[in-house]
Nanobody
């Protein structure tokens, strides 16, 4: 089992920045690819970004490329999502997930955090 706890969400104005963190415990963190997803009210959960086990490969949704950066610190068992130039359409609950491989498909991830709310005001 892997336990994931997100933090860092909040209310920010358009063009502002936030840094989300996801702390992992349980099994060896470096054995897992990590990802961030988000879900807005009335919408399906969507892929945001993912990072390989070593951190050497990353993938981003087109909607966040150039604005968001995913990173990880395996010594601290933590994955981060730096979000810059935030837009109102980025408003959602953000979830971190752990799985065997990088994929954009939520069903392929084995473990999920409880989510953290990000709200971007116009």
């Amino acid at each position: 089992q892997v336990q994931l706890v997100e933090s860092g969400g909040g209310l920010v104005q358009t063009e502002g920045s936030l840094r989300l963190s996801c702390a992992a415990s349980g099994r060896t963190f470096s054995n897992y690819a990590m990802a961030w997803f988000r879900q807005a009210p009335g919408k399906e959960r969507e892929f945001v970004a993912a990072i390989s086990r070593s951190g050497g490969f990353t993938d981003y949704a087109n909607s966040v490329k150039g604005r968001f950066t995913i990173s990880r610190d395996n010594a601290k068992n933590t994955v981060y999502l730096q979000m810059n130039s935030l837009k109102p359409e980025d408003t959602a609950v953000y979830y971190c997930a752990a799985g065997g491989l990088i994929t954009t498909m939520p069903a392929r991830y084995d473990y999920w955090g409880q989510g953290t709310q990000v709200t971007v005001s116009p």
